[in-house]
């Protein structure tokens, strides 16, 4: 009896594993698939927004930091061949904003990569003040807010500095572009689109935090920085920005929600009043399924779309920029050329018409073996290595549109 229990336990076993086999092989076949229709989507003219967004919102995002740098740009209309010049440091100069800028990039050390040089992450938060300052001095509607700097050091470290002004600068006119108001009416007003969504889908839930009186300023911090300020591994912060930037400029309050809906049982038990509660949902848990989540929201936002919560009472007193925006930003991103057309076009012009475009300095002896350290470290150790050794140096974003 013993030798027929261990027998059918082996067995168990070894069904369990084929399947755990089967299973990663089945992961693999998606993701090799999802490979081949970003690339076809980027390769095709004009480019294939939609599988792009689709592949960005689905299951594992964009997968590599090496896909991001293609296609986060298509997903916000970035000619890479066109690229604002590198910032000047003339734009500190008497800058409004460039004190509380300097404090929030110094405070910033955590979201740099651990175990990166302090040379290199001073150097990059150099980069990232200039930045900052770069996009306002050049857009003066927009007004600098504490957690701009979290959302502006997430393209920073994956593109490099002269995409992510670019990105930055047309992110900020349309998808942030309410939290960029003189005042924060209209980002309360973002913040209001919180508790209907969730009165749709727990009415009960919706009534136990309406007696707290706990209120939506717990996902401040999460909306206004795209959770960059409030989750510790970059990884997740990736994989939400892929989310984010290929969906509506409500997204991250629709996941604010499913993060609440989430944690039901443990607000239904919490004390019901406003400091307990405020202080129980503003920990955010490090350990979401995110996957799930982003399934969750997105799922909600086609259940209950903007316009269908914007009839509630307190969200028709304003009217948001960033929503009222979104349909022609859309339909713009759908005539972009592929980056193989860009780059003919590009050499067709004259010499003396060309801009200045990256990776045009004669490379130095020394620059060349860094760079052969670097992209030997990305075939040992894959996408995540790049992008580490590739936000310490500068010459490391601007190679990249010589190579793809």
């Not at 076949?29 to 480019?47: F, G, M, Y």
């Not at 969906?247 to 309050?253: E, F, G, V």
């Not at 848990?285 to 779309?305: F, G, H, M, S, T």
């Not at 980056?339 to 018409?353: G, M």
């Amino acid at each position: 009896m013993r030798k027929d229990k261990k027998h059918q336990q082996n067995t168990g076993s070894q069904v369990t594993g084929n399947g755990n086999v089967k299973r990663q092989g089945e992961q693999e076949s998606r993701k090799k698939q999802k490979l081949v229709e970003i690339h076809q989507a980027l390769n095709s003219d004009p480019v294939d927004i939609e599988t792009l967004r689709t592949a960005a919102i689905g299951e594992g995002g964009l997968l590599t930091d090496e896909i991001r740098r293609k296609v986060w740009p298509k997903l916000l209309s970035v000619n890479v061949y066109n690229l604002p010049a590198k910032p000047s440091k003339d734009a500190r100069e008497g800058h409004k904003d460039y004190n509380q800028v300097l404090l929030d990039v110094r405070r910033s050390v955590r979201r740099f990569p651990k175990g990166m040089r302090t040379d290199q992450r001073e150097v990059l938060q150099e980069q990232l003040i200039d930045i900052i300052l770069d996009v306002l001095q050049r857009n003066p509607q927009l007004h600098y807010y504490q957690g701009y700097h979290d959302i502006v050091v997430t393209f920073l470290l994956v593109v490099g500095e002269r995409m992510a002004i670019a990105m930055v600068e047309t992110l900020s006119n349309h998808h942030l572009r309410d939290f960029m108001d003189p005042t924060m009416d209209s980002t309360k007003h973002i913040l209001n689109y919180l508790m209907p969504i969730l009165e749709e889908v727990d009415p009960e839930l919706h009534c136990f935090m309406l007696r707290a009186e706990v209120g939506t300023i717990f996902a401040l911090s999460w909306l206004i920085t795209w959770y960059g300020h409030v989750l510790s591994e970059f990884r997740h912060i990736l994989r939400l920005y892929d989310f984010f930037l290929a969906s509506h400029p409500l997204m991250a309050i629709y996941f604010a929600a499913v993060i609440v809906l989430h944690r039901e049982a443990e607000v239904k038990t919490c004390e019901c009043d406003m400091a307990s509660l405020h202080h129980l949902l503003s920990q955010i848990p490090q350990n979401l399924p995110y996957e799930d989540l982003i399934a969750l929201a997105q799922k909600l936002y086609l259940r209950y779309p903007p316009a269908l919560l914007a009839k509630r009472a307190a969200l028709q007193s304003r009217k948001s920029i960033a929503i009222n925006s979104f349909k022609d930003f859309q339909l713009a991103t759908l005539q972009q050329r592929p980056d193989a057309v860009l780059r003919r076009q590009l050499l067709r012009r004259p010499p003396a018409a060309l801009p200045d475009l990256p990776g045009e300095a004669p490379p130095t002896a020394a620059s060349q073996l860094v760079k052969v350290a670097v992209w030997g470290i990305s075939a040992t150790l894959g996408a995540a290595a790049l992008a580490v050794a590739q936000t310490a140096m500068e010459w490391a974003p601007d190679i990249l549109f010589q190579l793809f």
